[in-house]
């Protein structure tokens, strides 16, 4: 059986990274996010200026250069004959267009979580320097504070985990990204899944989701 090809939805903070990991890690396909790739080159110079300056203010990345990183991820899984599970793209109605354009999708899935929750989890969240291994200072303590469990980096906040910033994320959510749950829903392949429930609960919800579409 070919490895899947699965695109997760759902607000900043929902756990497309955290559920992503176990995507990787069961399947073995290509984890592609747009938010890592563009926190990697934060100060790049583009036309359109450098990722930066949205990323910090809650902003979307002007299409062009998202475009341009998915189109690339996705045709090195390709030649690789890998699948993958896209994070964080497409995340307004024309980049799902584009998205249409250059693959198809095995599995759709959103995960529903509620407003406050989300500012809980993205404000008291801890990501490590090194490996990219996500941490809430509640709900997914590391063994030492401040100490990556996974290779012993140092934790950080994102910059865009501030209360201000996360509130302006979700509001563009709201506006840009919700049309494209709808455009899926339309295809009438979305798989709902309640995103408040604990990490392992998700992660089952998730894998059924991807076994039946296979
Ligand atoms: P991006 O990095 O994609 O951020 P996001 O979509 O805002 O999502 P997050 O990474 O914040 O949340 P997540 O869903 O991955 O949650 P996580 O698993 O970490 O994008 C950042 C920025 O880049 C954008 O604002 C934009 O500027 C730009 N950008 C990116 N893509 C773009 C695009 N396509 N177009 C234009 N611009 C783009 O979980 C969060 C926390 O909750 C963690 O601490 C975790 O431990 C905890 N947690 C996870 N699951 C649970 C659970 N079930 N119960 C309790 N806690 C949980
Ligand atoms: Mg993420």
Redesign the pocket.
């Known amino acids: 059986m070919s490895q899947p090809k699965i695109l997760?939805l759902?607000?900043?903070?929902?756990?497309?990274?955290?559920?992503?990991?176990n995507l990787v890690e069961t399947y073995g396909v290509e984890h592609v996010?747009?938010?890592?790739?563009?926190?990697a080159n934060k100060d790049m110079e583009t036309e359109h200026g450098t990722?930066r300056e949205?990323?910090?203010?809650?902003?979307?990345?002007?299409?062009p250069?998202?475009n341009e990183?998915?189109q690339a991820a996705l045709s090195e899984a390709a030649d690789s004959g890998s699948g993958f599970v896209l994070?964080?793209?497409?995340?307004?109605v024309d980049?799902a267009e584009y998205l249409a354009e250059i693959t198809d999708l095995d599995v759709a899935a959103y995960?529903d979580?509620s407003d406050d929750?989300?500012i809980?989890?993205?404000t008291?969240?801890?990501?490590c320097d090194d490996c990219g291994t996500?941490?809430?200072?509640?709900?997914?303590p590391p063994e030492e504070e401040g100490v990556c469990d996974e290779c012993g980096g140092e934790l950080i906040q994102?910059d865009?985990?501030t209360e201000e910033?996360?509130r302006e994320?979700l509001r563009?959510?709201e506006e840009?990204?919700l049309p494209v749950v709808e455009f899926y829903d339309d295809e009438g392949d979305l798989a709902r899944i309640d995103?408040?429930?604990?990490?392992?609960?998700?992660w089952e919800d998730l894998q059924s989701a991807v076994e039946d579409a296979q």
């Open positions: 997760l759902g607000p900043p903070g929902a756990g497309k990274g955290t559920q992503s990991a996010t747009t938010g890592d790739a563009l926190r990722p949205y990323m910090e203010a809650g902003e979307l990345v002007p299409d250069v998202v990183i998915v994070d964080g793209y497409p995340r307004n980049q995960f979580v929750e989300l809980d989890r993205l008291g969240r801890r990501v996500n941490f809430h200072v509640k709900y997914a994102r865009d985990d910033t996360a994320r563009v959510f840009n990204t995103g408040e429930q604990s990490p392992d609960e998700v």
